[in-house]
């Protein structure tokens, strides 16, 4: 049975979810917000016993002084290691916790810059990340 996620109380209440994604890595969405209409990575912590979301924030990279978050996503795949996110222009990013900052701090590295094939979808696995162009043919 499914039942809906539980929002602490006026968190979340302007959120509007376009894709989600659960793995051993744990759980990152694509998500708007009220007055930004721009669709940001986060990542989301819930508590399994009681459904509740616990926290919901954009994904920042710890590297460099821009304090960058990847906006304007299409997609989400979440590997054992890794999340995969596919962005409206066409371009593919790994995102991995950095070591040097502790679990809670990612690194965002684009690895592929649109400039071939348009990806469709993209799916993360334990080690290695595979992508689906338009016309059917598959690139790892």
């Excluded at 994904?59 to 290691?81: A, H, I, N, P, T």
């Amino acid at each position: 049975q499914l039942l809906p996620f539980i929002a602490k109380q006026g968190q979340l209440d302007s959120d509007r979810f376009h894709d989600i994604a659960h793995g051993v890595f744990g759980t990152f969405a694509i998500v708007s917000r009220r007055g930004n209409p721009g669709r940001t990575l986060m990542r989301v912590v819930h508590d399994l016993a009681s459904g509740a979301v616990t926290q919901c924030g954009p994904v920042k990279d710890v590297r460099g002084d821009d304090d960058r978050s990847l906006s304007d996503c299409k997609q989400v795949s979440v590997g054992r290691k890794f999340a995969a996110v596919l962005t409206h222009d066409n371009k593919v990013y790994v995102v991995q916790k950095d070591p040097q900052f502790g679990t809670a701090h990612y690194a965002l590295t684009e690895i592929y810059d649109g400039r071939g094939p348009e990806i469709t979808k993209v799916s993360a696995g334990q080690h290695h990340l595979i992508a689906l162009d338009k016309h059917g043919r598959l690139w790892g």
